[in-house]
T-cell receptor
Framework: AQSVTQPDIHITVSEGASLELRCNYS??????LFWYVQSPGQGLQLLLK??????LVQGIKGFEAEFKRSQSSFNLRKPSVHWSDAAEYFC????????????FGTGTRLTVIP | GAGVSQSPRYKVAKRGQDVALRCDPI?????LFWYQQALGQGPEFLTY????????KSGLPSDRFFAERPEGSVSTLKIQRTQQEDSAVYLC???????????????FGPGTRLTVT
């Protein structure tokens, strides 16, 4: 069965500092991996996705993520965080059969301090 | 352009009441998903429609939950005899494709926050 683990419930970084949010997955085949961001009162917005090919994926808002099969990880990174990046971040695995629904982690809340 | 909309945005129900939550997907989107997001958790899949056909309802937690999409556009999630454990944000998402490819992004609505007292 698919599962996603986000070990960090809450992370605080200073504005301008680099960021890395961790994501580990469990899936029996080649995974489809996603990162979503959720701001208060807003729907989930897709930051980036990995299907195949280059393991370093670029997304919107300056985010990138690297797929590491050997570590079953898909960590999200940003070199310089902006105050507007404060939000909840969710890593997700896509099911390859059936409904193609998403399996989400429990999320990491990012706080940015000036 | 218009995104996925959901109504109401907030709903307070007394235990035992029935509720109906509406989702208006992006026009022309074939696939529609419902997710439940409990406080402090990630969204969990409830059910999936391709046009008007409900192809997967494996995530519905009990027979008190029922979803429909009769004309292949607007969808309604109905919860009968609500319980406190039903309190959550209910998210709707739509995608253009017919569920066979992951290259069609799922677009999420803002959700309906249901509180059962």
């Amino acid at each position: 069965a698919q599962s996603v683990t986000q070990p960090d419930i809450h992370i605080t970084v200073s504005e301008g500092a680099s960021l890395e949010l961790r994501c580990n997955y469990s899936y029996g085949a080649t995974p489809y991996l996603f990162w979503y961001v959720q701001s208060p009162g807003q729907g989930l917005q897709l930051l980036l996705k990995y299907f195949s090919g280059d393991t370093l994926v670029q997304g919107i808002k300056g985010f990138e993520a690297e797929f590491k099969r050997s570590q079953s990880s898909f960590n999200l990174r940003k070199p310089s965080v902006h105050w507007s990046d404060a939000a909840e971040y969710f890593c997700a695995v896509g099911a390859r059969t059936g409904a193609n629904n998403l399996f989400f982690g429990t999320g990491t809340r990012l706080t940015v301090i000036p | 352009g218009a995104g996925v909309s959901q109504s109401p945005r907030y709903k307070v129900a007394k235990r035992g009441q029935d509720v109906a939550l509406r989702c208006d997907p992006i026009s022309g989107h074939v696939s529609l998903f419902w997710y439940q997001q409990a406080l402090g958790q990630g969204p969990e899949f409830l059910t999936y429609f391709q046009n008007e056909a409900q192809l997967d309802k494996s995530g519905l937690p009990s027979d008190r939950f029922f979803a429909e999409r009769p004309e292949g556009s607007v969808s309604t999630l109905k919860i009968q005899r609500t319980q406190q454990e039903d309190s959550a944000v209910y998210l709707c998402a739509s995608s253009l494709g017919q569920g066979a490819t992951w290259h069609d992004e799922q677009y999420f609505g803002p959700g309906t926050r249901l509180t059962v007292t």
